[in-house]
């Protein structure tokens, strides 16, 4: 175990740009890579943060890791998500009641860290985990009738880590958290070639993924938009867990 044992929250996410306005308000500094992810660590706010990549397999490894590396006993995966239901507008923040894969079977999030969430202003729904890109309003609705549950009016997005990081975090007998930004609305559609620039371990090849914008130039808007919203997404989830996380850090067990 690192120097950054002394953590007592861990927050994972997919990409650097989805917690890069959290890191710099934390004061977080780089910790390091190891094979499963980067790491940061913020001493002030006894804070791990770790960055995995995309896809299931990536969020479990990195979740491992990160727990392990920061000895810390609370868990919060962050990051952009889907819409699966028209009421989420771009933008939205949802904290995730309950975490669904794709095969139906769910996992249950820390009633506390969704109180303290929804008092800084989430709104409260369910996240579905899936091993690849949802591009299409077809492919959302499918998606949308799995993950539906007892309450057929929640909020639901669509995300390739949740579900797997809880359940590490469960597995240890550990309290986890989601949240997350809508990135894409239901109605929307993606460039379909993105599913195939992801390289074998899940994760999106941004070179692959530059290549097909230009062989695909009416893509290229869409792209430039959904970074945008990312980073947007990225603002709002800093705002709401400098929110949340002195709730958490007061008793994060």
């Known amino acids: 175990m690192s120097a950054a044992a002394s953590a007592r929250i861990a927050i994972l996410a997919a990409q650097v740009e989805e917690v890069a306005p959290l890191l710099a308000r934390l004061g977080a500094r780089y910790d390091g890579a190891d094979a499963t992810a980067r790491h940061w660590r913020s001493d002030l706010d006894s804070v791990a943060v770790a960055v995995s990549g995309m896809g299931r397999r990536r969020a479990r490894a990195a979740a491992r890791a990160l727990l ?10 962050c990051g952009v998500a889907g819409a699966l239901t028209p009421d989420l507008e771009v933008g939205a923040l949802v904290v995730a009641e309950t975490v669904v894969n794709d095969n139906g079977a769910r996992l249950d999030t820390d009633r506390r860290g969704i109180r303290a969430a929804l008092d800084a202003g989430a709104r409260l729904g369910a996240a579905i985990t899936v091993d690849r890109m949802i591009a299409t309003p077809a492919d959302r609705s499918t998606l949308r009738a799995l993950a539906r549950g007892p309450d057929p009016t929640r909020p639901l997005v669509v995300d390739m880590e949740s579900y797997e990081a809880v359940a590490e975090a469960a597995a240890r007998g550990l309290a986890a ?17 993105l599913e ?7 994760d999106l090849d941004r070179r692959r993924a530059i290549f097909g ?3 695909h ?6 792209l430039f938009e959904l970074r945008r919203r990312v980073r947007r997404g990225a603002d709002g989830l800093a705002d709401l ?13």
Do not use: H, K, N, W
């Not at 130039?217 to 869409?222: L, R």
């Open 241 to 253: 867990l400098e929110r949340v996380l002195p709730v958490l850090r007061a008793d994060p067990v």
């Open 217 to 222: 130039p009416a893509s290229i808007p869409m």
């Open 196 to 202: 195939q620039c992801r390289r074998p371990d899940g």
């Open 213 to 215: 914008a230009l062989t």
């Open 68 to 77: 392990d590396r920061s000895g810390a006993r609370y868990l919060i995966v």
């Open 177 to 193: 958290m989601v949240v997350r930004a809508v990135s894409d609305a239901v109605g929307e559609e993606l460039p379909a070639f």
